[in-house]
Nanobody
Framework: QVQLVESGGGLVQAGDSLRLSCAAS????????MGWFRQASGKEREFVAA????????GYADSVKGRFTNSRDNAKNTLYLQLNILKPEDTAVYYC???????????????????WGRGTQVTVSS
């Protein structure tokens, strides 16, 4: 059983930055591709970013490309998402997720992921 705990969310102003972390336990972190998703109030959950097991492959939603950076530290069992130039439309609960299929890529579909954290709230004021 893999446990994922997100942290680092908060209330910021437009243009500010945040760094989200996702601490993993209960499994071998380097075996899992990892993803970030977000869900705004009243909207469906959407893909944000993903990273392969080694960290060599990353993928981003068009809405965050160039502003967000996904990275991982396999020695620390931790996933990171650096959020820069935040916009009010980035306001959402951000979730990390683990794909335990031993694939080589960075999946973008939520149903590819097996374990999910409880999320951390990011609120961006204008």
């Amino acid at each position: 059983q893999v446990q994922l705990v997100e942290s680092g969310g908060g209330l910021v102003q437009a243009g500010d930055s945040l760094r989200l972390s996702c601490a993993a336990s209960g499994g071998t972190f380097s075996n899992y591709a990892m993803g970030w998703f977000r869900q705004a109030s009243g909207k469906e959950r959407e893909f944000v970013a993903a990273i392969s097991r080694s960290g060599g492959t990353t993928g981003y939603a068009d809405s965050v490309k160039g502003r967000f950076t996904n990275s991982r530290d396999n020695a620390k069992n931790t996933l990171y998402l650096q959020l820069n130039i935040l916009k009010p439309e980035d306001t959402a609960v951000y979730y990390c997720a683990a794909d335990c299929s031993y694939g080589q890529g960075a999946p973008r579909r939520s149903y590819d992921y097996d374990y999910w954290g409880r999320g951390t709230q990011v609120t961006v004021s204008s």
